[in-house]
């Protein structure tokens, strides 16, 4: 057949086509995060008495909960709250982790191996229990949730940037720099942080996914103290309960974590891609 031979069919980029549904959920999330009376039909407060454990339907999409709220509206409203979870310890691991691990790999000596003595120590503890400890002796709230599972995460990227300080600090660019007399200031943040960012921020990508099921991990084990207006993990953690009854309230907020996770870590599998020298562009 001639006719169909001389067809060239366009190969579909499944790639490409995963990016994208990525990036469109991690954006609808982030929206719903900023602005989620723009999207929620309800407040995650009102409760209807003749709307307990309603079913998912026209009039709530992801049916009612055992109070009369819609459940959509309140996955929607604790958006906010655990993408700030993740967003703010993925901010503050990475700025004291990449100043902690700078610092040891620049100086070297005594102070490196001590330094890195006590970031291998903490990476041995499983980033949810050590969590889950400073939480604890915290106690639950926003704040002490933000700081728990950022010094979880702060091992990992106090190593890869101690990584690539000692990788970078003997470059020729850095000792000419210091043979003119440049500060160690000026040599961190002018040379060697412009030349380390790639790895920490495909680290920082992948890494919010972890802190997200973190925070979501502290919240569904009770420590948080959002009650009224609950997180997806806290909300999850309600819902349990009535899996046998009312499935949709624990298995919204749930997809809505799978969703978050998985997209994010599409991309930093792309970024990580994007970035790594041994494979063709």
């Known amino acids: 057949m001639p006719f169909f031979r001389s067809i060239k069919f366009k190969r579909f980029n499944l790639g490409f086509f995963f990016i994208t549904i990525s990036a469109l959920v991690i954006m609808f999330l982030n929206i719903c ?3 989620p009376q723009w999207i929620a039909p309800y407040s995650p407060t009102q409760m209807l008495s003749n709307q307990v454990l309603q079913p998912p339907s ?6 009612s909960d055992y109070f009369g709220r819609d ?3 309140v996955v929607v409203h604790g958006t906010r709250y655990s993408l700030l979870i993740g967003y703010a310890s993925v901010l503050l691991a990475g700025i004291v982790g990449c100043l902690i691990g700078g610092i040891a790999g620049y100086v ?5 191996s001590i330094v890195m003595r006590i970031i291998e120590i903490l990476m041995t503890i499983p980033s949810i229990l050590l969590a889950l400890a400073l939480v604890a002796a915290l106690g639950p709230n926003l704040v002490n949730t933000i700081i728990a599972v950022s010094i979880a995460a702060l091992p990992g990227y106090a190593r890869v940037m101690r990584g690539q300080m000692v990788s970078l600090k003997n470059r020729g660019f850095v000792t000419a720099s ?4 440049s500060s160690h200031f000026f040599i961190f943040f002018k040379h060697i942080l412009p030349n380390a960012w ?3 921020l495909v680290m920082a990508t992948v890494g919010l996914g972890t802190s997200i099921l973190t925070g979501a ?3 569904f084990l009770g420590l948080s103290a959002l009650k009224e207006n609950p997180d997806w993990g806290t909300f999850l953690s309600q819902g349990r309960g009535y899996l046998t009854v009312a499935w949709w309230i624990a298995t919204f907020p ?3 974590i799978t969703l978050f996770v998985l997209s994010i870590n599409v991309l930093g599998d792309r970024l990580r891609d994007y970035f790594d020298p041994k494979k063709s562009k």
């Open 198 to 200: 790639s790895p920490i």
């Open 178 to 181: 210091r043979s003119i007399g």
């Open 58 to 63: 026209g009039r709530h999409w992801f049916g």
């Open 33 to 35: 995060a900023l602005f």
């Open 108 to 112: 070297g000596g005594i102070v490196d």
């Open 217 to 219: 991990g502290l919240s």
């Open 71 to 73: 459940v959509f509206s």
């Open 254 to 256: 749930g997809l809505a």
